[in-house]
Antibody
Framework: EVQLVLSGAEAKKPGESLRISCKGSGYSFTNSWINWVRQMPGKGLEWMGRIDPRDSYTNYSPAFQGHVTISADTSISTAYLQWRSLRASDTAMYYC?????????????WGQGTLVTVSS | DIQMTQSPSSLSASMGDRVTITCRASQGISSSLAWYQQKPGKAPKLLLYAASRLQSGVPSRFTGSGSGTDYTLTISSLQPEDFATYYCQQYYSFPLTFGGGTKVEIK
């Protein structure tokens, strides 16, 4: 069974750094792109970016480029989403999602979500 | 960026009703469209991709159609478990974008 398991909820202060993780299991981790999606409280879904775990090639949405970093460690089948300096506006639920195939960026499996709260 | 406009933003329907949700892209997306269902507190779930291909395990009462810029998701006979929010997503070009969502509520 394919599973994506995210790290737990985080409460941080503005300006702090943070890395959340997404561990894949039940499939070959290097065979599928991992995408990150943000959902702000009560709002819709926003694509942040993605990584090909085979070579760590990344694509970012311009809305998030430069503010977050996506990485992966294939030795532990884990993808990461990282911030160097959090803002209050980063408060949201974050999902990782696996692409259905390498050519079409729709998502057939999703992690359960990680809630990030940024408040002074 | 390709803008995805969903309508309606919400609707009330009864069990057994036929429900149609529309998604319009700001430019042609060649059927590179997926539909997701999200229930409160849960991750989205893939229903259809390539505009009309049903994801494995999804009931056949969910159908998708469309081409060019206009796409629809139809639920043929609404079931209790279908009350949720539905999102379309284009994957024709980057950045990938989602529609604003349609919340299906019980009448």
């Amino acid at each position: 069974e394919v599973q994506l398991v995210l790290s737990g909820a985080e409460a941080k202060k503005p300006g702090e750094s943070l890395r959340i993780s997404c561990k894949g299991s039940g499939y070959s981790f290097t065979n599928s792109w991992i995408n990150w999606v943000r959902q702000m409280p009560g709002k819709g879904l926003e694509w942040m970016g993605r990584i090909d775990p085979r070579d760590s090639y990344t694509n970012y949405s311009p809305a998030f480029q430069g503010h977050v970093t996506i990485s992966a460690d294939t030795s532990i089948s884990t993808a990461y989403l990282q911030w160097r300096s959090l803002r209050a506006s980063d408060t949201a639920m974050y999902y990782c999602a696996r692409q259905g195939n390498n050519y079409e960026s729709f998502y057939d499996h999703w992690g359960q979500g990680t809630l990030v709260t940024v408040s002074s | 960026d390709i803008q995805m406009t969903q309508s309606p933003s919400s609707l009330s329907a009864s069990m057994g009703d036929r429900v149609t949700i529309t998604c319009r892209a700001s430019q042609g997306i060649s059927s590179s469209l997926a539909w997701y269902q999200q229930k409160p507190g849960k991750a989205p779930k893939l229903l259809l991709y390539a505009a009309s291909r049903l994801q494995s395990g999804v009931p056949s009462r969910f159908t998708g159609s469309g081409s060019g810029t206009d796409y629809t998701l139809t639920i043929s006979s609404l079931q209790p478990e279908d009350f949720a929010t539905y999102y379309c997503q284009q994957y024709y070009s980057f950045p990938l974008t989602f529609g604003g969502g349609t919340k299906v509520e019980i009448k």
